[in-house]
């Protein structure tokens, strides 16, 4: 229950930074840390596939609901970034930072060109080339820096909050 | 805990994905085909986190415009310096205007012309949360249908035109701006009198533009004219500022031209709007077909 409880929060605390103070420090084409990434990689990271994968589905879902478009479609990008993350669990090491980051780098890029992909294109923008160069990579990179600092927050919930509940660590699906 | 006594978990993870991927096929599809069941829920769901919203808004506004405070005291000594000299300036060219003015005002009363601008009655709305995907410009106001905000009300800033409200809450609204990368408005340019399409253009907003396209290759519309919303428009009120035209070029279809447009609302630096409480479809003389 605990456990839900924190990822509930991790999630609604995300959403509401990321709508409201985090607007501040866009640049360019209003790219902005994406933190709902972040504590969906995490999350997949430290538990796996399945829950990867629900947690990210939870996360678009609210996502979903806030932004207004049709109900499903972020959850379907982060349910894939969460389930893709999970395949990371199995090499998960205390106090090791550049998987966690390599993976979020990956994962925002792979999150953008899904967006590019059913909400751009299917609507003739058909301009990858410059998507990439103005969205795609400043995005990426913009998650991928502020995810150092993340990161550290998200591991310390991790091993304070919700890893002393669990006794048998090898049931960890990788 | 229920992560592991839930039979699921013993499932291969692959086909727990294949079952939610079309979980939330079946989501896009009833949310795209039965809109007006899911639309209530979701805006009652929505207005739970809205005053958590306006609250971290309000604190985050209050630190940045502290910060903000701060670093612009050296640059007010200056300003008022400049100011200053401009203000004689003005003041003299105040001067020679006033006489054009009134000349003006009596050569006009002379043709009749009737004024056509109205005076709209609006509501002023504080944003309070921007999109969250980031991809997209909309954002949400702290007014919703508790004070009379209906969908499809005009949002001004300014003089200028911001958008449109494509939701509303009983404690907030959405609104959909002209700079969103999905947004059209039909428009029309001064002097030359052309009708065009103004939208926005994700490629372009960095650049501080919006695209503008579909003006007659035959215009006579140049850059630095100004572009107001079209009477045409089934949803924007007639005679609002947009913004004004830049680098119009042939578009290679050979029968239209298309160009920038800088629009005159500061996006970037947005806080409080107004919302303009007529209808367009209701200045049309429709009835509501609600």
């Known amino acids: 229950m605990i456990v839900f409880l924190v990822y509930a929060v991790e999630i609604l605390v995300a959403l509401l930074l990321k709508t409201t103070v985090l607007q501040y420090v866009a640049f360019g084409f209003n790219n902005i840390p994406d933190l709902i990434v972040m504590v969906v990689v995490a999350a997949a990271y430290h538990r796996g596939k399945t829950k990867g994968m629900f947690i990210g589905f939870a996360a678009g879902l609210v996502l979903d609901i806030a932004s207004g478009g049709l109900l499903g479609v972020f959850a379907l990008f982060y349910m894939f970034i969460g389930y893709l993350n999970g395949f990371m669990a199995k090499y998960y090491v205390q106090n090791d930072f550049l998987l966690p980051l390599a993976m979020v780098a990956a994962s925002e890029f792979l999150y953008s060109f899904m967006f590019w992909l059913f909400l751009f294109m299917t609507r003739g923008r058909t301009n990858l080339v410059s998507y990439i160069s ?41 | 805990m229920k992560e592991r006594k839930n039979p699921k978990y013993d499932m291969e993870p692959r086909f727990v994905l294949l079952i939610m991927t079309m979980v939330c096929v079946f989501m896009i599809f009833f949310s795209y085909r039965f809109d007006n069941v899911f639309t209530p829920i979701r805006t009652r769901l929505n207005s739970l986190i809205i005053p958590l919203q306006k609250g971290i808004t309000t604190i985050g506004t209050s630190i940045n415009n502290a910060i903000d405070n ?49 005076n709209y009655t609006t509501v002023a709305a504080n944003i309070i949360a921007k999109d969250s995907s980031g991809y997209y410009s909309r954002f949400t106001l702290d007014k919703g249908s508790r004070d009379g905000i209906k969908v499809d009300m005009n949002v001004l800033a300014g003089s200028g035109l911001v958008g449109i409200i494509t939701e509303v809450g009983p404690n907030y609204s959405v609104v959909r701006s002209i700079i969103d990368d999905n947004n059209y408005v039909s428009a029309i ?7 065009c399409i103004v939208c926005g253009n994700l490629e372009l907003l960095a650049l501080g533009y919006i695209e503008i396209r579909d003006l007659s290759i035959n215009t006579e519309a140049r850059n630095n004219y100004k572009v107001y919303t079209s009477p045409l428009s089934d949803k924007y009120l007639p005679d609002i500022l947009i ?48």
Not at chain 1, 144 to 170: A, E, G, H, M, N
Not at chain 2, 189 to 195: G, I, P, R
């Open chain 2, 243 to 290: 913004g004004y035209i830049s680098n119009i070029q042939n578009e290679n279809d050979g029968l239209t031209k298309t160009g920038y447009l800088t629009p005159v609302v500061d996006f970037e630096h947005l806080n409080t709007v107004l919302i303009i409480t007529e209808l367009k479809r209701d200045m049309m003389g429709l009835d509501e077909d609600e």
């Open chain 2, 70 to 118: 701060f670093e612009e005291v050296e640059d007010l000594q200056k300003q008022i310096e400049e100011l200053k000299e401009e203000n004689d300036r003005i003041s003299r060219e105040k001067q020679s205007m006033e006489q054009s003015l009134y000349d003006l005002e009596r050569l006009k009363q002379l043709l009749s012309l009737s004024e056509n601008y109205k």
């Open chain 1, 134 to 174: 103005n969205q795609m990579f400043p995005q990426a990179l913009y998650t991928t820096v502020v995810f150092i600092v993340v990161y550290r927050i998200l591991d310390l919930i991790y091993w304070k909050v919700t890893k002393p509940l669990y006794t048998d660590y090898s049931k960890v699906e990788g």
């Open chain 2, 189 to 195: 340019v001064t002097k030359s009198e052309d009708d």
